[in-house]
């Protein structure tokens, strides 16, 4: 198992380190991800949700969908947000890369802040603890987290387990344990920024919630177990089911949402439109060390 969150978390890495040759301004988002996809599966992994490219207001959520168009703008702060599993032991990490100065200070801090804080994990550390320590360094360098974006645990073929890891001095219990995957990810924004994000348009990634399949709709428990066979219930993203289906599965996917078999989610907006920084890195925690599995490679 450890073996696998390591070589999850290497393959992740490597492709993080690929995004800053990758993206650019003017850029289709659709070749992005795909060329970070494809690299991911080319070293040996598998993508634990599709590549997340969000832009300026845009804090996480926002993947290619089939013959997307959009492009990287011009000035944009980016966060690219990608995760590898092998045997569905998961790595999930995400930088920030942007094309202007006016965002380099929150940039910076974000970064070192994470960095920093990645030190002080160790089994029994209380979350309320861990946040308030994000949160009072994010004030000190200027900036502020945003209070509704957290960290997660993460267990075998499930990215979110239900353990939550909080940015800021929240009441929410918990603590670190031993022999546990977590993902750590402090979301910055301006001082003066709400610091909460909203939903906003459709992220074009779904979820499966429940393998059932449907009475009477042959191409609907088709779609069902093609999904459950290849992701489980990983994220996936609508493009690669049209890739597979053609682009009128897309219709069938916001059916099955309907259904309540499927989750879809929504683009993250940061409320007040301010433009978001973002870092993280997964951590395993033993008994005696907490290993950084993402870490940069030399």
Not at 110 to 129: C, H, S
Not at 211 to 229: A, M, R, T, V, Y
Request: with cysteine; aromatic share 12%; net charge negative.
């Amino acid at each position: 198992m450890i073996e696998d969150y390591l070589k999850a978390g290497k393959i992740a890495s490597e492709a993080l380190k690929k995004s800053f040759d990758v993206v650019s301004e003017g850029k289709k988002v659709l070749e992005i991800c795909e060329e970070l996809e494809e690299f991911i599966i080319k070293k040996g992994g598998y993508p634990a949700f599709p590549v997340n490219i969000s832009q300026n207001e845009e804090a996480a959520h926002y993947t290619a969908k089939f013959e997307d168009d959009k492009t990287i703008k011009k000035g944009a702060i980016v966060k690219v947000d990608l995760g590898v599993h092998v045997h569905g032991y998961i790595a999930d990490t995400a930088i920030t890369i942007t094309f202007s100065s006016m965002d380099s200070s929150m940039v910076k801090a974000n970064y070192e802040t994470l960095e920093n804080a990645l030190k002080a994990i160790r089994p029994g550390l209380e979350f309320y603890d861990f946040g308030s320590y994000i949160e009072k360094t994010a004030k000190n360098y200027g900036f502020k987290t945003i209070e509704n974006l957290m960290g997660h645990k993460l267990d075998h073929f499930v990215l979110h387990s239900g353990v939550s890891v909080p940015m800021i001095g929240s009441p929410l219990k918990g603590h670190f344990e031993k022999n546990s995957a977590y993902a750590i990810e402090p979301f910055f924004v301006e001082s003066s920024a709400i610091g909460f994000v909203i939903d906003g348009e459709h992220s074009n990634i779904y979820r499966l919630i429940s393998p059932k399949k449907l009475k009477g709709d042959e191409s609907s428990s088709n779609l069902i177990s093609f999904i459950w066979e290849k992701y489980k219930t990983l994220p996936f993203a609508s493009r690669w089911i049209a890739k597979e289906f053609g682009a009128n599965s897309v219709q069938i996917l916001d059916k099955l949402v309907k259904e309540g078999v499927l989750e879809d989610y929504h683009v993250l907006i940061e409320a007040g439109g301010a433009r978001v920084s973002q870092f993280e890195h997964t951590v395993y925690l033993t008994e005696n060390e907490t290993i950084v599995t993402t870490k940069f490679l030399d």
